[in-house]
Structure formats: C-alpha cells, structure tokens
C-alpha cells in the first residue's frame, strides 16, 4: 500500500541546472498537487491537476512547470534552478467529491540550490 | 482571498500537560476546516476535521471545534505524550478554492518526559 511516492528523496544542485521531480499514487485519484515547505510559511501551493490532462497554477508557480502524464504520475520541474528553490516540496493526491477534502501526501523531497 | 494564522511555535511542553495551539482563518464561501500533522522526516496526514460551524473533529485525543463567530479553529488535547510531538498544520478549502488547501504556517510542538 505505496499511497503517494515521490523520487528523490534528497538532492543538491548548482544554479542554473535542471531537475524533475517525480511523484507517482497508487489510489486512483483524480487530482494531484504540488506544494512546498519553507520555514515560517507553511506550504505554499505551486501547481495542482484537478484531472488527467489538467494543469493549473497555484500560489507560487514562477520557475516551475508540471507535467499530468497520466492518472497516476505529476512531476514537478526546475528548469534553471535558484537558491531561492531550496525547499522541502511535497507531492499529493486527493480522491473525488467534493466531501471527499483529504490530502495524501508523499514524504517530500529537500532540495538545495547552491 | 483564504488565510489561516496559527500561533507561533515552537511550544515545549512536559509529557501529561494540556496542549491548545490557535488558530484563526478568514475565508470566502463556506470553509471547511483541518488539522494535519507531520511527524519528523514524514510528509503531512491528516488529523481531524470539521466541515461545517459547531462542528467537532477528533482524533487520537486530539479536538478541536469549528467556531464561526470567532473564526477559529483551535486545537486541544488534555494529556500530551513524547509521540505527540510534530507540526501541526492549520488548514482550510472552501467552496470557491475548488478543493485547494490553504496552510497556516504550523506550530512545532516538542513534548519532553
């Protein structure tokens, strides 16, 4: 019972460089998020999927993009990575239904830009 | 728009003692309203909630009460343990947000033998 699974779990990069982060669940929902953890902020929505083949910006999509490759994969991308990136992200997944308001997330990913 | 203003942390606190972390929000349509956890190294999960005024969530010992008058949504537990310390994470949706949660910014809790 994997529930939400996000790859890497750690990871340093140089200014200017690329990565993708990559997050995958295994529960058949429908829509997907991606936030980040920083300090005294709490976490801060980037992007989010209501559906396969939808993407929408969140609070702080700037240097971000996303792909919904399917139902079951959202991966997050920094195309040119800057230290105000370093960041715990976390991936999650959310089921159906306007009742149905709970959060699955991953175990997030530290990132540091150097 | 959607906030949620939670009390600073972090709160120390001796094993048995009675734990209250605030929380505020102000909001556009009719929120609901939720408490998450993250445990150290883990990601969030989902404590309790209440989707509606007076409504109560609990879980684990822990309560809180959604208060519309007061815009509130504080968090109790009247014996706290080691296990419980975290992050607590204030949180709302509400029905113009489509499903979106807005955070506070969470309050560490450390709980000492």
């Known amino acids: 019972n994997a529930g939400v699974t996000q790859t890497p779990k750690f990871q340093v990069l140089k200014t200017g460089q690329s990565m993708t982060l990559q997050c995958a669940q295994d529960?058949?929902?429908?829509?997907m998020y991606w936030y980040r953890q920083d300090p005294g902020m709490g976490l801060r929505l980037i992007y989010y999927s209501a559906s396969e083949g939808t993407t929408d910006k969140g609070e702080v999509p700037n240097g971000y993009n996303v792909s919904r490759l399917n139902k079951r994969e959202f991966s997050l991308r920094l195309e040119s990575a800057a230290p105000s990136q370093t960041s715990v992200y976390f991936c999650?997944?959310?089921?159906?239904?306007?009742?149905?308001?709970?959060?699955?997330f991953g175990s997030g990913t530290q990132l540091s830009v150097l | 728009g959607n906030s949620v203003t939670q009390m600073e942390g972090p709160v120390t606190l001796s094993e048995e003692a009675f734990l209250t972390i605030n929380c505020t929000y102000t909001a556009t349509g009719y929120p609901s309203l939720f408490w998450y956890v993250q445990y150290p190294g883990e990601g969030l999960q989902l404590l309790l909630k209440?989707?509606?005024?007076?409504d109560k969530g609990s879980n684990k010992g822990f309560e809180a009460t959604y208060r519309k008058e007061t815009t509130s949504f504080h968090l109790e537990k009247g014996s706290v343990q080691v296990s419980d310390s975290a992050v607590y994470f204030c949180a709302l949706t509400s029905t113009d947000s489509w499903g979106k949660l807005q955070f506070g910014a969470g309050t560490q809790v450390v709980v000492t033998p």
């Open positions: 529960m058949n929902h429908n829509s």
């Open positions: 999650a997944s959310k089921g159906q239904g306007a009742t149905n308001e709970k959060l699955f």
């Open positions: 209440a989707t509606k005024a007076d």
